[in-house]
């Protein structure tokens, strides 16, 4: 069985054939109208809160990150911009200066000046944690203080960016409440909240279609982006704003052209997608073999004391290991060796978060219980080998140290320490290759 990483699952029958369709009829540049994009806006649409009412369509997450800043940018008249601590947005200038995740290691004269990072609103290993009485004002009350800060050496705050749901980050959920906390604080310093869900939207948090959703209905971003699952690997995502927010960009006089985004293919798969998630209850099957990995995966940590943290929402779910559950001495290496070994086995695996510890599972919304069961077993058999050779058990975890001499794991576990390797696997059979990352 082969799973790639697009939500419906590789080459799905339904989005090929609507592709290879309108590839038959006309494909063509968005200067010229076509019904494709405006009945694809009103689905997409349909899926948000009324108040997100305009749409750009382009290519690539990455793309509309860069043109929400854009759209923050000119609507405000401000320029700062407040993101979290391991926050990834995209691989053009404009976002890694907003992405700690890839800045982290430049020196502060390198860093945009006009960017400001706001604690990771982590309830495990953050700065607030989950025995705190309010862990959703307390790191919204860092971000006031952050605003309050930026106000008194002249700046002035344009937005907030988030993932709704920190994937590179570490697969963290912020704490219920803290959106709409920060949305008070940034929108009475006059800027506006963007809500990145290009890596957790389109159902796949199982109780709502958007991530940001979590929060309540009483949250709406001011802008929300999305990629990757929007067309199934098909090059394609959008921008979905206020006709406020929409207004205000028209206004400067500067034409907003994509050659292709929103083009008649594009907007054809899209609206396949949308098909397939409904006719496939995707969404339903999130929410359900979601429920039945986090109980499997709970059971893991129970049996193994490398696990130290069990996360996630519907088939958004990360298992932070660790060498020490007080400390929380993080498990980098122990992490690869999982990685390495799974790929031994056909199925494909990523580690991330600030330590790289953190085992992420967003597998295609196809994804079964079957296959629940079979990557958390080769995961259950690798983690008690591990901790054989360790020397290690759930009694005695606080015990482990690195360069314990009982260790007799492979190589690679040695040589992988602050090794981050996203496995690929060229000349392989693929069709028993599984893909949970």
Request: aromatic fraction near 8%.
């Amino acid at each position: 069985m082969f799973l790639s990483r697009e939500d419906l699952g590789h080459c799905h029958p339904d989005v090929v054939k609507a592709g290879a369709q309108q590839m038959e009829l006309l494909n063509t540049n968005s200067r010229f109208l076509h019904d494709n994009l405006v009945l694809y806006a009103q689905r997409l649409q349909a899926t948000l809160p009324d108040k997100l009412s305009v749409c750009y369509f382009v290519n690539s997450g990455s793309e509309a990150n860069d043109l929400a800043l854009r759209l923050a940018w000119q609507y405000t008249g401000h320029k700062d911009i407040i993101t979290l601590e391991n926050a990834y947005h995209g691989h053009v200038s404009s976002l890694i200066d907003i992405s700690p995740y890839k800045f982290q290691h430049l020196s502060d004269d390198e860093r945009n000046q006009t960017v400001h990072v706001a604690p990771s609103p982590d309830v495990y290993r953050g700065k607030y944690r989950a025995d705190h009485p309010d862990p959703a004002s307390a790191y919204a009350d860092e971000v006031k203080d952050m605003i309050h800060g930026v106000h008194e050496k002249g700046g002035k705050i344009a937005a907030f960016i988030a993932e709704s749901l920190q994937s590179c980050g570490g697969q963290v959920i912020p704490p219920t409440g803290y959106f709409q906390q920060v949305a008070q604080h940034v929108r009475k310093a006059g800027g506006i909240f963007i809500a990145d869900e290009v890596q957790v939207g389109f159902g796949r948090i199982g109780t709502h279609f958007w991530a940001f959703q979590l929060q309540g209905e009483d949250f709406v971003p001011d802008i929300v982006t999305m990629g990757k699952p929007i067309g199934n690997g098909h090059p394609m995502s959008c921008v979905v704003t206020t006709k406020e927010v929409a207004e205000a960009f028209m206004s400067s006089g500067m034409e907003y052209f994509n050659t292709f985004g929103g083009n008649p293919v594009s907007c054809a798969i899209g609206t396949a997608v949308l098909d397939v998630i409904a006719k496939e209850d995707l969404q339903g099957n999130a929410l359900r073999v979601g429920g039945y990995l986090a109980r499997l995966l709970e059971q893991q940590k129970e049996k193994h004391p490398l696990v130290g943290d069990i996360r996630g929402r519907g088939l958004f779910a990360g298992v932070e290991l660790v060498k020490d559950r007080l400390t929380l001495t993080p498990a980098t290496a122990e992490a690869q060796e999982v990685i390495y070994r799974l790929k031994e086995q056909y199925i494909l695996l990523s580690a991330d978060g600030p330590h790289r510890n953190v085992l992420k599972f967003k597998p295609p919304m196809c994804f079964t219980e079957e296959d629940a069961d079979l990557v958390v077993g080769k995961i259950d058999q690798i983690l008690t080998e591990l901790e054989e050779a360790l020397g290690l058990k759930l009694q005695n975890a606080l015990s482990l140290e690195n360069g314990s001499s009982k260790r007799k794991v492979s190589v690679s576990l040695l040589t992988s320490l602050n090794l981050f390797f996203k496995p690929f696997i060229f000349g392989q059979n693929v069709s028993r290759l599984i893909n949970v990352s």
